[in-house]
């Protein structure tokens, strides 16, 4: 599909003085596509040049038009001496591809959407505005106007090598307004290049030409691994890929490796699927497209499965009415209704529980996707999906964490794509065998993470194994599928069974471990939940039971009866890298849980430094583990969400993080109050008591803060156990015997300092801080509107001194960056902070760089509270001890239309301050609002304008011109979302959501006064509607 | 092990803005100082330290010296700036603020040269008022700016600076009082001048742009530049000077029943060093260096003898609404266009005159 490609350059403003002497500057712009450079003429002495120009139209082909990106660079024209470059703005046309192909089935129903963009009006779709032109040298210099504009030409050739019409999102869930029909697996690319930074040529050109060089490169390798990806898809059948990630590795001399992963769907507007569409009309795609593989028996036994599922489902659809927003049509047939969970049973995840409809996103009023065949999974060669969020029944049980890591050596010259490629292949197998071995069918939010150091490279993949639903939805025993070799995977057949096999040779390492923490068990829960909770969605506990036969199981597991349904057998802890399904049961609300590990390390090179990397990897696993199943007792909690783990590798020192959300699921026991022992030889006995009541006072707070102890399972703490007489109590003695309980064993100072960490200091009322993209169980408040997008940037000099653990210190720091987060924001309580990425770097061998990322959301009060006693109880209590003042103008940025009188206040506003305990929401919004989140609090998605990958490159020799390192790289960071903005609102939008900020590397060299850095942004850019909108 | 912070910076998508914090950096107060000043009403919370007040003042800092940038450029920022996401109406307070100014600041600038040696004066200043010199430099700057852009523009000076520094109409004026008496370099530095405030002398220029500049709608309406053939036409106005006892005699019926005895004895007897004195500044007008000198010149030949007689200020008015009206019934004054001239002429002088003149009290 060839196209056109017309750019129209209109004018510009603000532009910098070029010519010191005359204090003005002569502009003119070159538009550059592919290889073609058109130039418009200049503009004689204006700093707002109005160039108002025919269109600059090229001719490019369909590979280029995705490759791409098309470049306009401002220069200043010169008499004497060569022209000065201004700076440049780059455009990624796919946004543009998408909307003028399949736009129609795409676009989410909504009344505006066909009157405000018109897609398909003569096959172009445009992309104008303003855009500012960014110089690496210089930063942001002034705005452009341009106009893009795309005429394609159909094709539909089989063997193109474009994947126009490939929809891709970051958003690691099924976009809102769409529905996934199929999902049709995993799909990956790898590309690595040379890095022009270190390219021989670097040596004679300047810093702005080899910034440039390596900028307009990164481009073209999202577009590039973009499009292979997408003719992954296609080749799928699939006509969007989801859960898109786009990650570039810096391995120095040996080049940039360009990695993008996503899962392949079948998208279709809501509309589009629900009436009179029944699943047997549906077009099963299969590998060949085109090819339908209408009724096989899979298939049939699909249907039956669904039949099956329709006739329970049938009384609950009466249960809740008012449920279903009257925006929302349904397949008559669809049997979602039932595990919808109602408002009251949860407290409300995000738009649960409020009658407004505006507010409520409809993701669990979906048909629940189809893996594309039954067979089909077990034929992938990665049964992976990206997915953090999946529909409400697509999950059947969780098997529990799985990852892999390998330490890999990186040589100069000898590289090439298919040595990274096997990497890779060899990390998944491992994963898909863990998976295998759990006895899952898939590995869901799976994600694939790298670190470099100098030559070695840790590459780690990770994802939660699940069986999910396709059979049996109900069966309390699933199958143990059996591990066979697979017969899809026709590159290399013998990867599959010699995976766990030990690459020697000296150049790698592999360390691995299946991270199914399954330790000592205590206590069961003993009771059925609170109030509402039990008659509505029994089904659900089986989310939490094992999957695997437990005599078969491939490492010693602690599984007792389940809770809910004292039938199935649960873990006691469950870690996943999801999102917690809305379908789980709860108690009590979410939290963060973080534990931090810091291990020094020889300075070493090469080899060496990879053995030392690699004999490292397991012992800090091992404590991270240890740490959160610790953590998480402390907290009161059963599972952990959204869990994280990343390593990074520095000259002297290893640091891991896990985050994740500590969460208490009913249907698993509660956890044992970790208990204390000290050695006989200790003489610090008074200080051990103390530490143990420290412990206890925290694990008692926790359990009260975040509601995690049903009532009844108080009483039993307080009175005698006598209580816990159920049927099955010798099962339960058997499982917890004498080594059930959580014994810490301390030592020495080492171990006590262990301790300590696991204390957390509690976060300020107000606050409910988690990774996850809602709050679990939060009771008595809701989302309802978003105020901030933060980044949060720490850089230290590390010193070290013996007397302190590397741990405790960081820990120390993490804690501290986390409570100057709060006090930054103190004046947005009642508040929510969601989808927190920490994030380390170690970018020398005395520096420590941490970036949080975050997004603040306002919480405002449900009118009734919807919960049991308990629930009311706590959400009451905080209300009265909310008493934080809310400053004027921070009211104002959170609702702007209510802001008109207050501008006539005086300057002082600080004094008036306002008692506000509860966030109403917006109705209208100023500018773009950027989230991470894959939702705007408060406001609808009314269309997917594209997915925008962006990657800056600032570099100063002026540093302490600029006013120290933290202007430069605070100046940075707004300048590149300024820039992200501006091309949100030229699609058309006025919200980005699943915002992520990958690479953040900063290069500092201060006694040259020298800084350059690095930032990789990107996510979807979309246009949301509010209540006050017309 | 133990780090010590390097960088510690916090950046948001909606830019925010701190009104204490702003204010604070406004006034040129340090970040260390601006924490010393914030420690007693910040730490509410517990959990928080001074620590974290000053990394999130820092944070404010940064903010704001990069918008410093842009609040050179207020117009053009305030309606289509991309770098900062900030809601319009705080946007322009934010440029309101940023364009504040202290009287004692623009007086001690009023008429100087805003040139880099005056810039350095500036510490003696900001020690004799105790204002900032990082304020002061501030102040100063802008009314540079202001100033440079402003000076040569055709059109009325107050819309000029509001089209092109999106001020307030009131703030704005002052800037205009500061660019028209600068340009026109009015002498405003002498010792017996400085018991004026700015808005005294702001007053004055007010005046003065009012009357006696080319205000006209028009290709050449500029009201920085004298309209200079009324200014020569007050030449004029000499006549007057022979027919001052017609005058005086005049003035005297006028101001018989609202003065004191004493004060009209005054006017009786010293009515020709009067009419002399201010005929005498009206007609050297349209000698540039005249003009400059126009409010010393006042203060000098007029105030001085009328503070020596005791003149209050509403003497002062009678007198010379009395003097302005009655010169029109005299047959001097028939023709249309000296009327005129005088009108325009004596207006200016009645205001600026009532205007600098003060009671002992206020002068002290």
């Known amino acids: 599909m060839p196209g056109k490609v017309k750019v129209k350059i209109i004018a510009g403003r603000n532009l910098p003085v070029m010519d010191r002497s005359a204090d003005t500057t002569d502009a003119y712009v070159e538009i550059k596509m592919a290889n073609i450079t058109h130039k418009t003429d200049v503009c004689r002495k204006s700093l707002n040049p109005q160039w108002q120009e025919e269109w600059h139209r090229f001719e490019v082909d369909d590979t280029e038009l995705q490759d791409e990106p098309l470049q306009i660079r401002l220069m200043d024209y010169d008499v004497y001496s060569a022209n000065d470059a201004i700076g440049k703005v780059y455009i990624d046309l796919n946004p543009l591809l998408h909307n003028s192909i399949d736009s129609a089935d795409i676009i989410p129903p909504s009344s505006t959407s066909s009157k405000v963009r018109a897609p398909m009006l003569g096959g172009a779709a445009t992309y104008g505005g303003w855009f500012p032109v960014y110089d690496t040298m210089h930063g942001i210099r002034g705005e452009v106007q341009v106009i893009v504009k795309i005429e394609l030409f159909s094709d539909t050739n089989k063997f193109r090598d474009s994947s126009h019409g490939i929809k891709f999102f970051c958003t690691a869930g099924v976009p809102s307004g769409l529905h996934a029909l199929f999902i049709h697996g995993f799909v990956e690319e790898l590309i690595l290049t040379e890095d022009p930074e270190y390219e021989w040529l670097d040596k004679i050109r300047t810093p702005r030409a080899t910034n440039e060089a390596r900028q307009t490169l990164f481009f073209k390798l999202s577009g590039e691994v973009k499009r292979r990806v997408g003719l992954k898809a296609l080749e799928m059948g699939a006509n969007a890929v989801i859960g898109y990630r786009l990650r570039f590795d810096l391995e120095g001399e040996s080049g940039i490796v360009a990695r993008g992963i996503g899962t392949a769907v079948t998208l279709v507007s809501q509309l589009d699927a629900s009436p009179g569409t029944t699943l047997d009309e549906l077009p099963f795609p299969s590998a060949a497209p085109g090819a339908n593989t209408g009724s096989d028996s899979a298939d049939n036994s699909f249907m039956d499965d669904e039949q099956h599922r329709l006739g329970q489902s049938n009384g609950s659809n009466t249960l809740s009415p008012s449920r279903i927003p009257n925006n929302m049509q349904r397949r008559s047939s669809d049997s979602d209704l039932s595990i919808t969970p109602k408002g009251n049973s949860f407290g409300s995840t995000s738009g649960g529980g409020s009658g407004n409809n505006m507010r409520q996103f409809h993701r669990h009023s979906l048909p629940r996707p189809i893996l594309n065949q039954e067979s089909s999974i077990d034929l992938l060669e990665y049964p992976f999906l990206t997915l953090n969020k999946y529909p409400c029944g697509f999950i059947a049980r969780f098997g529990g964490m799985v990852c892999a890591r390998s330490v890999k050596l990186l040589e100069r010259n000898t590289e090439e794509p298919e040595s990274r490629d096997l990497w890779w292949h060899e990390l998944r197998m491992e994963v898909r065998s863990h998976a295998r071995a759990l006895a899952c069918n898939v590995v869901l939010g799976y994600r694939e993470e790298s670190t470099i150091n100098d030559d070695v490279c840790i590459l780690s993949a990770s994802g939660t194994a699940a069986v999910v639903n396709m059979q049996h939805r109900d069966g309390h025993r699933i199958s143990c599928r059996k591990f066979k070799s697979n017969k899809s995977s026709k590159k290399e057949p013998s990867e599959n069974s010699n995976v766990s096999e030990e690459n020697d040779e000296g150049k790698e390492d592999k360390s691995s471990k299946i991270l199914i923490e399954n330790v000592s068990k205590s206590r069961r829960l003993k009771t059925n939940i609170t109030d509402g909770h039990s008659n509505q969605i029994p089904p659900h506990c089986t989310l939490c039971h094992v999957p695997y036969s437990l005599v078969n199981s491939p490492m010693p597991v602690n599984a007792i009866r389940c809770a809910v349904c004292k039938k199935g057998k649960v873990p006691d802890v469950l870690l996943t890298t999801v999102e917690p399904p809305e379908e789980a049961m709860i108690t009590g609300r979410g939290c963060l849980v973080q534990v931090q590990v810091c291990r020094s390390k020889k300075d070493a090179k090469g080899e060496h430094n990879a053995k030392e990397i690699s004999d490292s990897l397991p012992f800090l696993e091992y404590d991270m583990y240890s740490a959160i199943i610790n953590k998480l007792r402390v907290k009161g909690m059963n599972s952990v969400f959204n869990l994280r783990v990343s390593v990074t590798v520095g000259d002297r020192l290893i640091v891991g993080i896990a985050t994740g959300t500590a969460l208490f699921l009913t249907p698993m026991p509660a956890p044992p109050i970790p208990k204390l022992i000290a050695s006989k030889t200790n003489n610090s006995r008074l200080s051990l008591t103390e530490v143990q009541k420290r412990l206890q006072d925290a694990c008692r707070n926790n359990r009260e803060i975040y509601g995690v102890v049903p009532n009844q399972e108080k009483d039993a703490n307080s009175g005698s156990e006598s209580e816990e007489s159920d049927e099955d109590l010798p099962a339960l003695e058997l499982a917890s015997g004498n080594k059930d309980a959580c014994i810490i064993e301390v030592d020495d100072g080492e171990d006590m300092n262990a301790v300590n960490l696991l204390i957390e200091s509690t976060v300020p009322k107000g606050f409910e801080v988690v990774n996850t993209e809602t709050i679990p169980g939060l009771a008595g408040y809701e989302v309802v509107s978003s105020l901030q997008m933060f980044t949060q940037v720490w850089r230290a000099r590390v010193n070290p001194c013996q007397n302190s653990s590397y741990s405790a210190s960081l820990n120390k720091h993490i804690r501290r960056l986390q409570q100057s987060l709060y006090f930054k924001l103190r004046k947005m309580v009642p508040c929510g902070l969601l989808r927190l990425r920490f994030k380390v770097e170690l970018p020398d061998a005395d520096e420590i760089q941490i970036t949080i990322l975050g997004m603040a959301i306002g919480l405002g009060k449900i009118a009734q509270p919807l919960k049991g006693s308990t629930k009311s109880k706590t959400s009451r209590k905080e209300e009265t001890d909310m008493i934080f003042k809310l400053d004027e103008e921070v009211a104002t940025i959170a609702t702007p239309p209510a802001s008109k009188e207050s501008k006539k206040q005086p300057f002082y506003l600080g004094y008036t301050n306002l008692l506000k305990n509860s966030h109403e929401p917006p109705t209208g919004r100023y500018g773009v609002d950027i989230t991470p989140l894959n939702f705007v609090p408060g406001a609808k998605i009314e269309e997917y304008l594209g997915n925008l990958n962006f990657f800056f490159i600032r570099e100063s020799n002026s540093i302490r011109e600029i006013g120290g390192y933290c202007n430069f790289v605070h100046g940075f960071i707004n300048e590149l979302l300024a820039i992200v903005r501006a091309h949100i609102t030229a699609l058309g939008g006025n919200a980005m959501v699943s915002y992520y900020m990958n690479e953040f590397t900063l290069l500092s060299a201060a006694h040259k006064n020298q800084g350059q850095c690095l930032i990789q942004v990107g996510g979807d850019a979309v246009r949301v509607s509010y209540s006050g909108d017309k | ?364």
């Open chain 2, 1 to 364: 092990m133990d780090f010590s912070t390097t960088m510690e910076i916090f950046v948001s998508n909606y830019t925010l803005i701190d009104n204490e914090i702003y204010e604070l950096w406004v006034e040129g107060v340090s970040a260390i100082e601006a924490v010393c000043q914030l420690k007693g009403k910040a730490l509410l919370q517990q959990g928080s330290n001074v620590e974290m007040l000053q990394s999130e003042i820092e944070d404010h800092y940064r903010t704001y010296s990069l918008l410093e940038r842009l609040l050179h450029n207020p117009a053009k920022i305030k309606d289509h700036q991309l770098e900062f996401q900030i809601e319009p109406q705080i946007m322009s307070m934010l440029i309101q603020r940023y364009y504040k100014f202290d009287d004692a600041v623009y007086r001690d600038i009023l008429g100087k040269k805003l040139s880099t040696r005056n810039r350095k004066d500036l510490d003696d200043l900001s020690e004799r008022t105790g204002i900032n010199i990082l304020s002061c430099r501030r102040q100063f700057d802008n009314a540079k700016r202001v100033f440079k852009v402003v000076e040569e523009m055709p059109g009325l000076v107050v819309k000029n600076i509001i089209d092109n520094f999106a001020l307030d109409k009131e703030l704005a004026k002052s800037y205009a009082t500061v660019v028209f008496l600068g340009s026109l370099r009015f002498d405003c530095t002498k010792r017996k001048l400085q018991y004026l405030s700015f808005q005294d002398l702001s007053h004055c220029a007010h005046a003065i742009m009012a009357n006696w500049t080319c205000k006209e709608q028009g290709p050449e309406q500029d009201d920085t530049e004298f309209d200079r053939e009324f200014l020569l036409d007050l030449k004029d106005l000499r006549v007057m000077l022979d027919k001052d006892r017609e005058h005086k005699h005049l003035v005297c019926a006028k101001v018989k029943p609202q003065m004191l005895e004493k004060v009209f004895q005054d006017v009786e007897n010293n009515f020709k060093t009067y009419t002399r004195a201010i005929l005498g500044i009206s007609c050297g007008l349209h000698r540039s260096r005249e003009m400059r000198t126009l409010f010393i010149d006042m203060v000098e030949k007029c105030l001085e003898p009328w503070y020596a007689a005791h003149w209050s200020r509403a003497d002062l008015s009678i007198f010379l609404a009395a003097y302005t009206h009655s010169a029109l019934e005299m047959d001097a004054l028939r023709e249309a266009e000296l009327r005129q001239s005088w009108e325009r002429c004596m207006n200016v002088l009645s205001a600026c005159l009532t205007c600098l003149h003060k009671d002992k009290k206020e002068k002290k």
